[in-house]
T-cell receptor, first 111, second 113 residues
């Protein structure tokens, strides 16, 4: 039982490049979330999903897209990366909305 | 909207010292309150939670009481250890906001021997 895993762990992009972050969970959870963590800002919700095939915007969705084609996976896409998207990205999942399990994070730097 | 404010760090304590990390919240409904802990290089882990007023959450020697009258959920531990060094996040979640989580900015704690 791996819990919540994130791929990759680290990535460096140039401005304008695209990439996809993968989150996978093996706990059969319905809910999945993407957050970004910035110094002095805490965690801010980017997008979330309440089930397979559904997605919704969180607090800071601009510049990101997501997809939940399979229940166990939640993908976060950056179509055209900007330096402002330099951050640590965390995925989380839960079976009930109020108890979230977090992945180890992806550190992204955009030059 | 809903929000959480927690004391800024960093906090540095000697081993066996008493810890308090303040957290206050603003919410339109009746939120559940949480403390999460993040160890270096890892994701967040749930430390404790309280779902209604006057509830006390506790885990690993940490405690926090949901105080509706003061809209607070302060984290306390009577005797900290070096292994408690981490970043602590206060958070709330409410049915009124679609169960979204709102996190505080985090408080970094370093415990020195």
């Amino acid at each position: 039982n791996a819990g919540v895993t994130q791929t990759p762990k680290f990535r460096v992009l140039k401005t304008g490049q695209s990439m996809t972050l993968l989150c996978a969970q093996d706990m059969n959870h319905e809910y999945m979330y993407w957050y970004r963590q910035d110094p002095g800002m805490g965690l801010r919700l980017i997008h979330y999903s309440v089930g397979e095939g559904t997605t919704a915007k969180g607090e800071v969705p601009d510049g990101y897209n997501v997809s939940r084609l399979k229940k166990q996976n939640f993908l976060l896409g950056l179509e055209s990366a900007a330096p402002s998207q330099t951050s640590v990205y965390f995925c989380a999942s839960s079976s009930v909305p109020r108890r979230q399990f977090f992945g180890p994070g992806t550190r992204l730097t955009v030059l | 909207g809903d929000s959480v404010t927690q004391m800024e760090g960093p906090v540095t304590l000697s081993e066996e010292a008493f810890l308090t990390i303040n957290c206050t919240y603003t919410a339109t409904g009746y939120p559940s309150l949480f403390w999460y802990v993040q160890y270096p290089g890892e994701g967040l882990q749930l430390l404790l939670k309280a779902t209604k007023a006057d509830d006390k959450g506790s885990n690993k020697g940490f405690e926090a009481t949901y105080r509706k009258e003061t809209t607070s959920f302060h984290l306390e531990k009577g005797s900290v250890q070096v292994s408690d060094s981490a970043v602590y996040f206060c958070a709330l979640s409410s049915l009124d906001t679609g169960n979204q989580f709102y996190f505080g900015t985090g408080t970094s704690l370093t415990v020195i021997p």
